[in-house]
């Protein structure tokens, strides 16, 4: 445990200290939030809006900001490969499974303060947080959002010599993600090939997690949420810890 | 009991032998040196002695420890100073150590005051509270080695430890790895492609080569053994100017370069003249003429008929200094 507080704590350390990227990456979470939000609000009405588009889309911003924050941070092992600061860890008398729960949490850790600046923000535009136990529900997803795509930056990077494929892994991986999550639309009202694209993507378990722990209500089941992303985070964890056992220095 | 043993080790990348088969041990508290032009394999040897490249074949063992068996013994009783910077940039100097202690499970009050030492040692800590990304290169690389002390290592490796560094902090380190080495005893394996560093620095030195290690000795020895004195002479004949000597009884060894000859004789001040007039009785010009005592520089010349300075011309040096600068 010493180990994976070592890593995580340098994660942290690292991430509060570049300020640039904290706020840098709040910019796209927020012009979705007020763009969409303020200008679909009056136009869009649609079953599971009950809060107006704007309340509808927060939870999936939410989501947006702590995926991307977190493959990010999973990424950025490739840095650290680049920079020759893996060697220092990969040489010392520790395991790379520690290693990698170390990098996994810290980047999690990360996300889930991104996703609660874009909540609070939330709160400024007329999010209402009724129930204690509703807001608990949301952080629990955001963590699982954050561990498993963290998880799975880190399978990536294993496998990526340099950052020149980061681009491809944002535009073709990542996006289609979000887009495909239901982050923007309620999927009760897509046509049902579409909705059953939806429900092959994990995020939209996180998504609607999250709405149901803010908003009270969800097209999935909440429990059924929680299990789908708690076996995808799993899955991602055992996956990247397998990837990072072989990375080569 | 040795802190290194090697025996018959070799690594291939793709069918390329990096590392040819060595074998070699180094005691208890030496300063072991592995000389050679870039791309000789010093590297490799290292990765592979500190576990982080698998050999192809061979065997090693690390105060006591296989290298294949028992990883985690070696990695817990050596440090390392890697050829290219490690440090998180984002992170302080003290932050860098503590993690470092942390990662080698030193406990709390002990890491703290190892840290505060060393860092006092190397003369950094005055500036420990600094990001790691406002300091110099020497200042990186005193930071480093200072790291790779912190968990007490009875094997400390450096691998070109002063690569890019100006002569006086060259100087300082040099000073400092001998300290260390008499004052804790810590046995010291360390590469370079200097040959002064070598010379000055090194018990026992090992010339590494396209992989394999063609001499091993301590410096002293390895100078002598190819004779007395060296003669370097500069000639636009010198092909024939090498015709005419070969054939003297006083010549121990010859060589044609790029640009000159060097013959290793004994006594090379009363054979002066008489090159001179040989030369001239045949009509061939010299341009300049020199006599020193041999360097490490002439023992790997005259064993692999290269200089290493002919090797260096490479630019991946530079532009490794280059990348330190600017990191
Ligand atoms: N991962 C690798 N894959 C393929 N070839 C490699 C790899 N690592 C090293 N080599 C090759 O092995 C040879 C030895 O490399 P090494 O880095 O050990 O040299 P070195 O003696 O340390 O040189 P330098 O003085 O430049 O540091 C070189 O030809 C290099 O190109
Ligand atoms: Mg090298």
């Known amino acids: 445990m010493d180990i994976v507080y070592t890593i995580w704590l340098r994660n942290v350390k690292r991430y ?3 300020r640039s990227r904290i706020v840098g990456s709040l910019g796209m979470p927020l012009f979705f939030l007020l763009v969409l939000g303020f200008g679909l609000n009056s136009v869009v009405t649609l079953p599971g809006m009950e809060h107006g588009y704007t309340g509808f889309i927060i939870p999936g911003i939410i989501s947006m900001s702590v995926l991307f924050t977190s493959v990010f941070s999973g990424i950025q092992i490739i840095w650290d490969k680049q920079f020759g600061f893996l060697k220092e860890t990969l040489v010392a008398p520790v395991s790379r499974l520690e ?13 889930v303060i991104q996703g609660l600046i874009i909540l609070v923000l939330s709160l400024l535009i007329g999010l209402n ?3 204690i136990p509703g807001f608990l529900i949301a952080i629990v997803f955001m963590v699982l959002i954050g561990l498993s795509f963290t998880a799975f930056g880190i399978a990536i990077a294993s496998r990526m010599e340099d950052m020149h494929g980061f681009q491809l892994i944002i535009n073709f991986v990542v996006f289609p993600i979000f887009g495909l999550s239901g982050a923007l639309f309620p999927i009760d009202s897509l046509p049902s090939w579409l ?7 994990p995020l939209t378990y996180g998504v609607e997690g999250i709405r149901y722990g803010l908003l009270g209500s969800s097209q999935v089941n909440p429990l059924l949420s929680f299990v789908v992303l708690t076996g995808f985070t799993v899955f991602m964890v055992v996956f990247g810890a397998y990837l990072f056992r072989k990375i080569s220095i | 009991m040795f802190a290194i043993e090697v025996e018959n080790l070799t690594k291939e990348f793709d069918g390329f032998v990096a590392v040819d088969n060595i074998s070699f041990s ?14 000789a394999g010093k590297t490799t040897t290292m990765s592979m002695l500190s576990t982080t490249l698998k050999p192809t074949s061979g065997k090693a063992y690390v105060n006591g420890f296989d290298i294949l068996k028992n990883e985690d013994d070696v990695r817990k009783s050596i440090g390392i100073v890697f050829q290219d910077q490690s440090l998180d940039e984002e992170l302080t100097a003290y932050e860098n150590m503590d993690f470092h202690g942390r990662l080698y499970r030193v406990p709390k009050e002990e890491r703290q005051k190892k840290i505060a030492e060393l860092l006092k040692l190397v003369e950094l800590e005055d500036k420990k509270d600094n990001l790691v990304k406002t300091y110099s290169g020497g200042m990186r690389r005193r930071l480093e080695i200072a790291r790779g002390l912190l968990h007490e290592p009875d094997v400390l490796f450096l691998d070109e430890p002063t690569l890019g560094l100006d002569p006086q902090t060259r100087n300082h380190l040099w000073d400092y790895i001998e300290k260390l080495n008499g004052e804790k005893g810590i046995t010291l394996i360390l590469t370079t492609h200097y040959m002064d560093e070598a010379d000055k620095l090194c018990n026992r030195v090992a010339i590494i080569d396209r992989g394999k290690i063609i001499a091993s000795d301590t410096p002293e020895k390895l100078k002598d053994s ?11 004949q010198k092909n024939d100017l090498y015709e005419i000597i070969k054939d003297q009884t006083w ?8 640009s000159s000859l060097t013959i290793s004789l004994q006594n090379a001040g009363q054979h002066v003249a008489e090159i001179v007039n040989l030369s001239s009785e045949k009509g061939i010009s010299i341009d300049d003429i020199s006599i ?9 010349l005259h064993y692999t008929g290269r200089t290493i300075r002919e090797e260096e011309a490479n630019t991946k040096d530079r532009m490794r200094m280059m990348q330190r600068v600017r990191r």
Do not use: C, W, Y
């Open chain 2, 251 to 258: 010549v121990k060894h010859l060589d044609l370069h790029d």
């Open chain 1, 129 to 131: 947080i009724t129930s």
């Open chain 2, 292 to 300: 020193h005592k041999p360097t490490l520089e002439d023992v790997f």
């Open chain 2, 26 to 39: 180094i005691g208890k508290g030496e300063i072991f040196g592995l000389l050679g032009p870039n791309g």
């Open chain 1, 99 to 111: 290693i990698m729960l170390g990098q996994t949490i810290g980047g999690a850790t990360a996300s």
């Open chain 2, 226 to 236: 190819i004779g007395g004195d060296v003669i370097t002479i500069h000639s636009p």
């Open chain 1, 195 to 201: 909705r059953s694209l939806t429900l092959l993507d």
């Open chain 1, 16 to 18: 509060l200290r570049s």
